[in-house]
Structure formats: C-alpha cells, structure tokens
C-alpha cells in the first residue's frame, strides 16, 4: 500500500501553545456534538448527490475517456497545451502542474518533457501576458482546453474568441477541433446551448462535462483538472487512489478520528474564540506553493459570506483569511511577522520527508569556506533543519501550528492533501454556519462588469 | 517631464465606507501633530545617514559601476543570470524583472530578449529546484550573482558553495571571476573577512558594497538590486529618476501633501482604530504581482514587532498582515470573501492605464459567438471594467480600499511605487510605534537553525 501523508494538529492544541491561542480538550469535546450533527447533514447530502465532489474518485469511465482524448491529441505531437480557464477552472491544474512535474518544465525540452507539451495556464485577461502567449504558441502547434461550467465566462469567453480567431486563420475552421478541446457543463434538455455547448456542437469537438453538482473550486478531480492532467502524462489512478483513501479517513463520523473534521475544528474554534482570523498554508516545498494557492480560493470563497446558512442573519460576515507562503523563502519575508506580530494566525506548516532529487553541499574547497556546519550536508538536510527551526519557534512564541507531512510529492499524496482539505472546507461551512458553496458576490461583480463594458440591460 | 503614478486614499475615507470602516477628516486632523514629529525624527535620522535608502538615487557612482561590470559580463555572452540570494537580496529583483521585462521571458530567443541572458531568482533551498536550475544553467554558459549582506546567510552560502564547486570543475578556479559577481557588505578594518568577503580577495572576484546604513528589504536601488537590473539592460537612470521624483512629493511635511504618509495614516488609524488587520496589494496587471510580494516582506518584516519602539513595551504584537494578490483572477477566488467576508481588510489597488500590448477580441466570427459586449472590445477594456467593477463593489461594501494609477509600467514608475512604500512602511514604523529597520525573530530562526544542522556552540 502506498504511504500517504500525516496530519498533526498537536502543535495547535492548549498543550503545545497555552489556553489562549491553542484548542483545550474541553473545547473539542464540547465540539463534538455539533461536528457529529453536521457530519449526518454533509453524509444525507453525500447520499441525496447535492455536492458531487465527494465521489467525482469513483467515476473510472472518465478516466478512460480523457485518456483517450489525450492519446489522439498526442498523435499530432502538439508543443503547447493552453488551459484557457479561470478561479476553480485554472487553479487545479497549476497545483498539479507544480506538484509533478519538473521545476522549470517549460523550460525543458521536448525530450526531457516526456514528449509531452509546455503547459500554460491563462487564469487572467492581462494583454501583455494573453499576447506574448499567443506569440509563444503558434495556433498550429497548440491545442486548447477551454474550460467554464456556465459557459458565460466573460474572461475564458473573451480568451476563446481570440483564439478561435487565430485557429481559423492558421488551420481553417474545419480543423478547430484537432486543436480545441471544451470543458462545459452539460447542455440541458431544452436549455439555451452556452457559447461553449454552441461550439461543440458546430464545429464537432471534443468535449467533456463538468457534473452539475460540482462547483469551480471542488471540480479538481472532474474533467476539469483530469484532462489537462492526461495530457501531460499524470498517473490519473494514482489521483484516484490518492482520493479514495482519505475519502476512507474523512468518512469517520468521529471528531477525533476524522483529520478533515479535527483541522476544520482547530480553525473554527481559533477564528470565533481566539481571534485567528488568518489561516496561512506554509509548504516547505517549491512544488506545493500552488497547492497553497488552490487551498486560498477554495477557504476564502467557501466560508466568506455576509449571510448564515438558513438565511437568516445577513450581516454574519463570516471567513477566515487564507494566506499562502513558502518555506524557506518566507523567513526572510513573513516569519518575523508570524512570531511577534498579533497572535492572529494559525499556520499549516507542510513538509516533505524525501525530495526527488538530493543536493549534497560540498566539502570545503580551495576557493570558499562556508561554516562547518554546511560542509558535507545537503539542502535537503537544510531544508529540514529550517523547517522544524520554524515549527520550533512559533510553538516556543504560543503561535498555533498544524503539520502535514507528505512521505512524498506525488499524484497520491497531492490527491490526499486536495481532498482532504475539500472535504474540510465542507466541515468549516457548517461550523461558521454558512453555504460553503455558493459565491453571490462573485455574481455581482459579473453584473457590474457587463455594464462598465457597455452591455444593455 | 515623465508622467508619474497617482496615489488617492479616497475610497478609504468615511466618506466613501462610512465612518465604522473608513477614516473621517478629524481623524486625519488628530494624527497631524503625531506625523509631524514623526517626520522630523525621520528627518533628522535621514540627515544623520541612518537610514541610507533616502538617499541610493543620488548616488550615481553606482550606475557607472554597475554598468561597466554587466557591460563587462556581457562580452562572452552569458545565457543565463542566476542571482543567489533570499528575502531583500531576491525580492526587489523578481519585483524589477516581472514588472519591466516582457512577460515568459525566460522562454524568449537570445534575439528576442535582446541579447540579454535569462535569469534565475534563487530564493529557496528546495533540492529539486536547485537542482534543476543547475541543469538547465550550464556554469559555463552563466554568470551567478551572490547577494548576502552579512556575508554569513546559510541559504545563501550553500548556494554558492554548490555552484563554487560546479563552476571549478567546468572553468577552473581561476576563471570563478569572469563567473561570478559578489554583492556583500564592505569588510571593516581589523575585521573577520565574511565567506563572500574572502572567496572576492582570494580570487579577485567583482564585488559591490551593499552600504551598511541600508537593510535587506530597503536595498533594491543599491547595487543589489541595480548590478541584476544592468545585465538585463533596464534603464537605471530612469529608475533613480522615479525615486528622486518620488523623494520629493514623500518629504513633504504636511500629512495631507504627503501620499506616502497619507497611505501609512490610513493604515495605522484602520488597524488601531477599525480592526483592520490584513493589508491587500491587489494589482490589475501580470507584470506588478511581484511588487505585491515585494511588499509583503517590507511590511511584514518591518511592523510585525514585540517591543514597541523604546523596548518599554515587550508585549507590544505590532503589526498588520501583508496579502498579496492579483486582479481579475481573484476576482475568482479571494474576492468574495473580501466583499462579504470580515470587515477586516484595507485593499490598494494597482491600476494601469496603458498596458504595452493591446489585444482586440474580434468581431462574431463563423464559429462562436460571445455576448455582444466582447465582440469588439479589447482585453484592455475588459480588464478595466473588471477593475472599476471590483472597486466600486468595495465601496459599495463599505470595504476602505486605496488606489495607485499607473499611466504606464516602466522603470520610472515601479521605482516611484517602490520608494513611496519605502518612506510609507518609515512612517508607519513611527505611527505603529515599532523599529522598523530590525529583525529580531529572524536572527533567532537563524540559531536554531544552526543547531538542527548540528553546528557546535
């Protein structure tokens, strides 16, 4: 059986950093008739499918079918794939795309790449950037993942128009789908077609469907992420496992046992009781800083709400700060901040046991002498020794801690920390009482949007 | 004369959120008298050459240094640049280099980037990307900057001793000077030569003085951040322009004529005054988020204090927390819970008026067909609109919120930002009532650090 990874949230409890920051027993306990309540309404809406993410591990066709995508687009051996998709569209993939493949990747050659293509993620509408990518990528070497479970995002719509543009003048619109792939939700019976439904069906492409009950921000394991993940060559079963396995841990109805219920506990009772209002994630790893990233939307758009959960306070104003930093970099930016500014934060400190690679330092040369200390180790050992350095302080400074620790990057952990923190997500909006799956502002924002650009009505 | 950026605090004002969320004129007016003093301390203490970065622009020495060096450097036609160093020593040159080189630079032809090398900001010890980087940057091929002040930062150290190692086998110890460039601080008479200090004796290496009176995250127009700026042919002297133009309007005495002051009053009345504990650098352009981390660490590092200024007070917690993030993308992530979430946060917005690029979205063409609004318009127009929508959003949400406005990113622009949060995060240190020039915590990490290697003593 694969090693997956540990979480710890001793470094959180009153144990590890007093009363007035860290979870006392009593506190837990007295917790654990409402995460046992709450854990019947998120099993009953498991079982009724209203949120899809739980099981998206379980669905082995799909596996299949973007495999099977990803061998004919191969064939052509595109140099680019282009995601062109944004928030829960875009975010998955740069975290897996960070996690497992090589640092630099893009930089790579095609050999050293596997054959497989550059990968390039447009999560923004910033000429600059949309430009030099079009110049980067020339259309005929490129294949497109558009990707907007509405249909009717206005940026991925305006990133597509530009690109079906240029596709026509390049291949001809009769080759669009050799080069485009589309990520939608399903067309319903009698429904309107979406831009994206339209083009599928127009032009003969290549589609996939985002599940209906699965928002932007839990659609990690959907087509969304799992066809970009295809095309450069992930371990798709792997993923799955990787889900199915702490789907097995976060499935205990008990507090004590369930690691996504004792972390979302941790954060609700430090955010309503003693003032944690930051929740920062601190890999210790290059390859997780995405990770990081696509945990910040999935915390601050789940449990940011002006309204409780039935509706009936509407100035609850409820969230928590996400924040992502990076281990080492940020003791020379964040840290000194995190040990003696407000005792507002609780810090996820991740950390990676074995490294794929091993940098040994060398021993004292001709040319220049380090301290002793350096000589002879590696910045493996460095980046550990830093790690518990840190762990270390913000304990001795009573600032709350929890750890994950990953035997390993790879597709079975990365799927781990994803679903567990999804499933955790799903926790904390029941324990701040809000709809931890909606996003109303969001919708505002869209409206107001419309009309600065001039659109009626 | 250049057009500059333009600062306004308007929409942080009670006039735009309301008094419970925004500052009144007589809050403004009650705070004169404390900035007044302030500013003659800072005065006085800038007069005295305690602080030196005031004063790095008038210093134009340094740009015939650095550019006779990378001039220097040039002639065998590095491709690659790689800058070892963390925290100061890294932060204001990934800040320079996404703002003012064209975006995927690193992907561009030796043509299109001008002749000028790629470049590797090396701000973590993580093993796979160190050596990844050693891989795809040939020592043979490269030019390595090492930037420590204090000659003795361990990150730092192993890097270069790595990278010594690599370069004396593939040119030998006698060419480590047309590789390598030292950016350290001057060694004192009768002193301990630090490693950096003796590696540039023993082998007669290029060196720059980092000025001992100028810290780490104030250093980035010394000749840390100008040496990198040269070798990529930024316009230095337009750099030191934005400064000096930015120098100006910042010593102004009165509170009111003051933008950096003003933004810092703001700050400080909203986290003393309105719970306003988190401090978001929101830029609307690919090419400023690495301000957005640049400032992170000035802010973060400088505020977040025990003691407050005289040490009186060692329970003191000062602080307010730096978010870094990214317009219109986390429109589709953070900004719900910036709208409904705690009412917790002052958000600045970067705008740009004239990106580089201008990208049209076509006209409906044949395949597909977007909302009439699209078709037509430009990125650029969308971008803007989602901006406008994002702020008026805020206000509308009594969510204080300051902007920056930008006619145009360049080199005489991003300086002025970047030295008016300079003299901003100075005056916040008085109002805060914190050092803002020391880092205690982070020398302690540094011990422990030490002792995790197993370093004796």
Same mark, same amino acid.
């Not at 997956?4 to 979870?23: C, D, K, M, T, Y």
């Not at 530009?162 to 990520?183: N, R």
């Not at 841990?249 to 009781?273: H, I, K, M, T, W």
């Given at each position: 059986?694969?090693?997956?990874?540990?979480?710890?949230?001793?470094?959180?409890?009153?144990?590890?950093?007093?009363?007035?920051?860290?979870?006392?027993?009593?506190?837990?306990?007295?917790?654990? &008739?409402?995460?046992?309540?709450?854990?019947?309404?998120?099993?009953?809406?498991?079982?009724?499918?209203?949120?899809?993410?739980?099981?998206?591990?379980?669905?082995?066709?799909?596996?299949?079918?973007?495999?099977?995508?990803?061998?004919?687009?191969?064939?052509?051996? &595109?140099?680019?794939?282009?995601?062109?998709?944004?928030?829960?569209?875009?975010?998955?993939?740069?975290?897996?795309?960070?996690?497992?493949?090589?640092?630099?990747?893009?930089?790579?050659?095609?050999?050293?790449?596997?054959?497989?293509?550059?990968?390039?993620?447009?999560?923004?509408?910033?000429?600059?950037?949309?430009?030099?990518?079009?110049?980067?990528?020339?259309?005929?070497?490129?294949?497109?993942?558009?990707?907007?479970?509405?249909?009717?995002?206005?940026?991925?719509?305006?990133?597509?128009?530009?690109?079906?543009?240029?596709?026509?003048?390049?291949?001809?619109?009769?080759?669009?789908?050799?080069?485009?792939?589309?990520?939608?939700?399903?067309?319903?019976?009698?429904?309107?077609?979406?831009?994206?439904?339209?083009?599928?069906?127009?032009?003969?492409?290549?589609?996939?469907?985002?599940?209906?009950?699965?928002?932007?921000?839990?659609?990690?394991?959907?087509?969304?992420?799992?066809?970009?993940?295809?095309?450069?060559?992930?371990?798709?079963?792997?993923?799955?496992?990787?889900?199915?396995?702490?789907?097995?841990?976060?499935?205990?109805?008990?507090?004590?046992?369930?690691?996504?219920?004792?972390?979302?506990?941790?954060?609700?009772?430090?955010?309503?009781?003693?003032?944690?209002?930051?929740?920062?994630?601190?890999?210790?790893?290059?390859?997780?800083?995405?990770?990081?990233?696509?945990?910040?939307?999935?915390?601050?758009?789940?449990?940011?709400?002006?309204?409780?959960?039935?509706?009936?306070?509407?100035?609850?104003?409820?969230?928590?700060?996400?924040?992502?930093?990076?281990?080492?970099?940020?003791?020379?930016?964040?840290?000194?901040?995190?040990?003696?500014?407000?005792?507002?934060?609780?810090?996820?400190?991740?950390?990676?046991?074995?490294?794929?690679?091993?940098?040994?330092?060398?021993?004292?040369? &001709?040319?220049?002498?380090?301290?002793?200390?350096?000589?002879?180790?590696?910045?493996?050992?460095?980046?550990?020794?830093?790690?518990?350095?840190?762990?270390?302080?913000?304990?001795?400074?009573?600032?709350?801690?929890?750890?994950?620790?990953?035997?390993?990057?790879?597709?079975?952990?990365?799927?781990?920390?994803?679903?567990?923190?999804?499933?955790?997500?799903?926790?904390?909006?029941?324990?701040?009482?809000?709809?931890?799956?909606?996003?109303?502002?969001?919708?505002?924002?869209?409206?107001?949007?419309?009309?600065?650009?001039?659109?009626?009505?």
């Amino acid at each position: 059986m694969t090693q997956g990874i540990r979480i710890s949230i001793s470094g959180a409890r009153s144990a590890a950093v007093g009363r007035e920051h860290g979870v006392t027993p009593s506190e837990l306990k007295a917790l654990e &008739p409402v995460v046992a309540q709450a854990h019947r309404a998120l099993r009953a809406e498991r079982s009724q499918k209203r949120y899809g993410f739980y099981d998206l591990h379980k669905d082995k066709a799909i596996l299949g079918e973007v495999q099977r995508a990803a061998k004919g687009f191969s064939k052509a051996r &595109p140099q680019n794939l282009v995601v062109l998709g944004i928030g829960g569209s875009a975010l998955g993939t740069t975290a897996l795309v960070t996690a497992l493949k090589p640092p630099y990747y893009n930089l790579l050659s095609e050999e050293e790449r596997g054959g497989r293509p550059r990968v390039f993620v447009m999560d923004n509408v910033d000429p600059e950037t949309f430009h030099q990518m079009m110049r980067i990528c020339p259309p005929k070497k490129t294949i497109y993942n558009v990707i907007s479970k509405s249909g009717g995002t206005a940026e991925t719509v305006a990133q597509l128009l530009i690109v079906v543009d240029q596709l026509e003048k390049a291949v001809g619109a009769s080759a669009l789908k050799e080069h485009l792939v589309v990520t939608t939700g399903a067309l319903e019976r009698g429904a309107k077609p979406n831009p994206l439904q339209a083009l599928v069906k127009k032009r003969g492409l290549v589609s996939f469907d985002v599940p209906p009950n699965v928002g932007g921000r839990f659609s990690v394991f959907s087509s969304v992420g799992l066809f970009p993940a295809a095309v450069l060559g992930m371990d798709l079963k792997a993923l799955f496992a990787g889900c199915a396995s702490m789907d097995k841990q976060c499935s205990r109805a008990s507090l004590q046992d369930n690691p996504a219920y004792l972390r979302a506990a941790v954060e609700f009772l430090g955010s309503r009781d003693k003032g944690k209002s930051i929740s920062v994630m601190l890999p210790y790893a290059d390859a997780l800083r995405d990770v990081a990233d696509w945990y910040r939307q999935i915390w601050a758009e789940s449990l940011g709400k002006r309204c409780n959960l039935d509706g009936t306070n509407t100035a609850w104003y409820a969230g928590q700060t996400p924040v992502k930093a990076l281990g080492v970099t940020d003791q020379h930016s964040q840290l000194q901040l995190y040990l003696e500014g407000p005792n507002d934060k609780i810090i996820t400190v991740l950390g990676v046991a074995a490294f794929r690679k091993r940098v040994p330092i060398p021993k004292a040369g &001709p040319s220049v002498k380090g301290p002793a200390y350096l000589h002879g180790s590696t910045l493996n050992k460095l980046m550990a020794a830093e790690r518990k350095a840190t762990v270390d302080s913000l304990k001795e400074n009573d600032r709350p801690v929890m750890a994950v620790n990953f035997p390993q990057v790879n597709e079975f952990t990365v799927a781990e920390l994803l679903y567990m923190l999804e499933v955790e997500t799903a926790m904390a909006g029941r324990l701040f009482d809000v709809d931890a799956f909606g996003q109303p502002a969001v919708e505002q924002i869209k409206v107001l949007t419309r009309r600065n650009m001039g659109a009626k009505g």
